[in-house]
C-alpha cells in the first residue's frame, strides 16, 4: 500500500515549531517522560528540532514505582543511546516523606499520587515549561486543553478561563511562579501516533506488542498478575493470555486487552479497527465522568 | 490523507455540539466505551433520547449547563478525510473562543435554530468568519424537526442570511445552505427522506467533496526565525542554522534572500530537516536553513526572497478582535505578538467600531470592550514585516497581550 504521510507530516511540522518555541520562549524547560509512546514520539520530535545541536532541556520522569520493569529498561537505555539528560522523581519518596498517603484496596493506584510529586519536582528545578504527551483525542477534558497550558503557582488549572489560541501563535508568557504545561501532540490521534512510529522507525518497549502473560480478569478488564502491583483477590484466578498494553501508565491502573499484534504494523491495524478508546483500558478515568478533569485542576498532566 | 479542520459557530443551544456528536455516531467514531458513558449519563437524566452533546462537552461545569464553554478540538476520519471539528460555545462571552477555534480552519459551519431564525449572534459570527476570510461556509438550519421541516422556514431564513451576505467583504466566501436536525440525525451524515424539497447534499457529503482549498497557500515566503541552532560540538564546529518554518511560499537553496531588520543580503546554502538535505523547503515545513555568509541573525528576525519585500513600518491599522473584559483605548500599551516577533505597541487611535448588530460602523469610540471589532491604529517601539492579512493569513496577523495580566486580551487582522 502506498502510504500518505502529508497529515502526519504537517502534525510533525507543529510539533517541532513548539518544541522550539519552548526552547526560545522559556528560561528552564523539561520534558516529562513516563517511558510511553507519546513520551517516545515527544522525544523523538525534540531530536529533529534541534538537530545537529543537543536537546536543550533535560527530560524527568516521575516514577510511580509500580512501572513495568520493561519500561524503565528501555527508559535509560534511550537516554544513554541519545546523549540526553534524565532526572527521577519517587513517588516513594513523596510517600516516605508523608506529604501523600497510599491508597489501599482493590483500586489502591499510585495514578494520583504522582500529581504532589510532580508540583515538587516543578518547584524543586524551578522549570518553568513543561512538555507533556497529552493528546486532545484522549479524552473529553483533555479536548479543551491548549497547547500552551498556564498552570498557577499551585499547579492549578484554571480550565474555564484559558488564553485564546489563535493561529500559530504560542503566548508564553507568564509571572514568576507560574508555569506552562506545554502539548506538542495535541492534535495527534492515538493512530496518528502509531502511524508516526512505524513512519519513524521509533524502537518501543516491548509490553506494547503482544505477548504471553499471567493475568486475570475484572470488571470485564485484563489485569496484569506478574509483579504483584496489582491488588488480587484470592478468588481471582489467574491465566495466561497473548496480550499487550495501549498505555503504559503505572501497572495499578493499565489494562492489557487481548492481541496478537507483534509488530507495529500490525498494532497499527489494530488499532484502526478498534472500538474501544485507548484510555477504556484505564481504570482511573472510570472512576468518575469527570474523573481526568479533577485530576487536571490539581496538577496532573 | 487529505485533513480539513471545521469550526462551528452559532448561538447557544442551537445544537453545534449535539451536531458534533451525532456525526461521530452516525460515522461510527465513537468508541463503545464513549458512547456507554453517553448513554450512561442520558439515561440517568432521564432523557428520552441520547444526548450527543455529551460527546463533546467534556468540562463538569458544561455538561451541569448543558452548554459549551471552551472549544473542544474532536477527531474522525472517514475513507476520504482526516477531520478536526472545533466545536466552539455559542455563549456570547465566550466569542473569543469562536475566533480561536475560527482562525486555524478552512470550512465553518454556522447553526441557526429553525424557530428562532437569523439573530444578532449569527451577523456576529458571519462577520467573524468573513473577516478571517474562512473559504467555505455551511449555514446548517437545525431543529428543523421542530418546525415540521418546513421548506417555507427554510426558505426565510435563507433569504434572511442572504441579506448579511451582500453586506460581506471577502466576496469569494462560498456559501451553502443545509436543512438538518441534529438531534434525529436529519441531513447530517445521511440524507433524510423527511425534507424531499431539499434536493442538496447533507452535511458530511457536502465536507466530504470540499477542495483542499489550503487557507495557507496565499501569499509569498516568509521565513520568521524561531531558534537559532548552534551545536558547538566537535563535529559540527561552525554549524549555524536558522530553525523556523516557512509560511506562504516555498524557499530553494541557491534563492536570493534578505534578512529583516538589518536588510543584509545572502543566499541560501542549504536547507535541512533533521539530517536529511532537502533543495527546497516547502510551505509549513520546520527546517533548519544555512546562509551563505555568516551574518548576524538571531530570534525575530525575517529571511525574504529579495525580490519580495513585505511592509517594514513601525505603526500599521489593523482590524482588532478585542477579547478582555477590560476596555482598549488609545493611548493603552500592550505587547503585539506578530507571530513570534513581540513588540511594544500603543494604541494610537480607534478608527471605527463594527456596530454590535452589524448594521453599519460606529465614528468616535473612546473605548473597546469585550467583544467588540474595530479598526485600531498601532505605533510600535520598533517596526514589525508585515503583510496585509487578505494576501497573508500568518504574516498578516497577530495577538495582543497584556503586559500586567500577561493573558492574550485580543486578536488583530492587518488592513
Ligand atoms: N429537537 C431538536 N433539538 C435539538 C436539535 N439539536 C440540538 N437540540 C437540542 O438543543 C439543546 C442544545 O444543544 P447543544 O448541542 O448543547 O447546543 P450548542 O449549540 O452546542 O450550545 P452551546 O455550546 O452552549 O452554544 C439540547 O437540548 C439539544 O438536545 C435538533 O435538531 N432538534
Ligand atoms: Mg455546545
Known sequence: MNKDTSHINSLENEAIYIMREVAAQFENPVLLFSGGKDSITLVRLAVKAFYPAKVPFPLMHIDTGHNFPETIEFRDRLVKELGLELIVRNVQDSIDQGK????????????????????????????????????RDEEK?????????????????????????????????????????VFPISNWTELDVWSYIEKENIEIPSIYFAHKRKVFLRDGMIWSAED?????????????????????????????????????????EEIRDSSISERGARIDDKRSEAAMEKRKQQGYF | M????????????????????????????????????????????????????LATDGLVAEREQG??????????????????????????????????????SQASIILIDARKGVIEQTNRHFFINNLLRIKDVVVAINKMDLVDYSEEVYNKIKSDFSELMSKRDYQ?????????????????????DKMPWYKGEALLEHLEQLDKADIFNVGTPRFPVQY????????????????????????????????????TRSKIKDIYFYDEKYETASRRSSVTIILENDINVSRGDMIVKENDLPTIDKQFTANVCWMDTDELKPGNKYVVQHGINKVLAKVDRINHK??????????????????????????????????????????????IIDSQSNNTVGAGFIQ
Open chain 1, 100 to 135: 501523600v498517603k497510599e491508597e489501599s484496596g482493590r483500586y489502591a493506584s499510585r495514578n494520583m499520587l504522582q500529581t504532589t510529586t510532580l508540583l515538587d519536582a516543578l518547584e524543586e528545578f524551578k522549570f518553568d515549561a513543561a512538555i507533556g504527551g497529552a493528546r
Open chain 1, 141 to 181: 477534558a483533555r479536548a479543551k486543553e491548549r497547547i500552551f497550558s498556564v498552570r498557577d503557582d499551585f499547579g492549578q488549572w484554571d480550565e474555564k478561563n484559558q488564553r485564546p489560541e489563535l493561529f500559530d501563535m504560542l503566548n508564553g508568557e507568564i509571572d514568576h511562579g507560574q508555569n506552562v504545561r
Open chain 1, 228 to 268: 504483584g502491583v496489582v491488588y488480587r483477590d484470592a478468588d481471582e484466578e489467574v491465566i495466561e493470555e497473548m496480550v499487550r498494553f495501549r498505555t503504559v501508565g503505572d501497572m495499578s491502573c493499565t489494562a492489557a486487552v487481548l492481541s496478537d499484534a507483534i509488530s507495529i504494523s500490525k498494532v497499527v
Open chain 2, 2 to 53: 487529505e485533513v480539513l479542520k471545521i469550526a462551528t459557530a452559532g448561538s447557544v443551544d442551537d445544537g453545534k455540539s449535539t451536531l458534533i456528536g451525532r456525526i461521530l455516531y452516525d460515522t461510527k467514531s465513537l468508541t463503545t466505551d464513549k458512547l456507554e458513558a453517553i448513554e450512561k449519563t442520558s439515561k440517568q437524566r432521564g432523557y428520552d433520547y441520547l444526548d450527543f452533546s
Open chain 2, 67 to 104: 452548554i459549551t464553554i471552551d472549544v473542544a478540538h474532536i477527531y474522525f476520519s472517514t475513507k476520504k478525510k482526516s477531520y478536526i471539528i472545533a466545536d466552539t460555545p455559542g455563549h456570547l462571552e465566550y466569542t473569543r473562543n469562536m475566533v480561536t477555534g475560527a482562525s486555524t
Open chain 2, 172 to 192: 469569494d466566501q462560498k456559501i451553502t445552505f443545509i436543512p438538518v436536525s441534529a438531534l434525529k440525525g436529519d441531513n447530517v451524515v445521511n440524507k433524510t
Open chain 2, 228 to 263: 537559532v541552532i548552534r551545536p558547538k560540538t566537535e563535529d559540527y564546529h561552525d554549524f549555524r542554522g536558522y530553525a523556523g518554518k516557512v509560511y506562504g511560499g516555498d524557499l530553494s537553496i541557491g534563492d536570493d534572500i534578505i534578512v529583516l531588520p538589518s536588510k
Open chain 2, 354 to 399: 463594527i456596530h454590535p448588530d452589524y448594521s453599519g460602523f460606529e465614528k468616535n469610540v473612546t473605548g473597546l470592550g469585550i467583544n467588540d471589532i474595530a479598526s485600531v491604529t498601532f505605533k510600535l517601539n520598533k517596526p514589525i514585516f508585515y503583510d496585509q492579512f487578505k494576501n497573508h493569513r500568518t504574516n498578516g496577523s497577530f495577538i
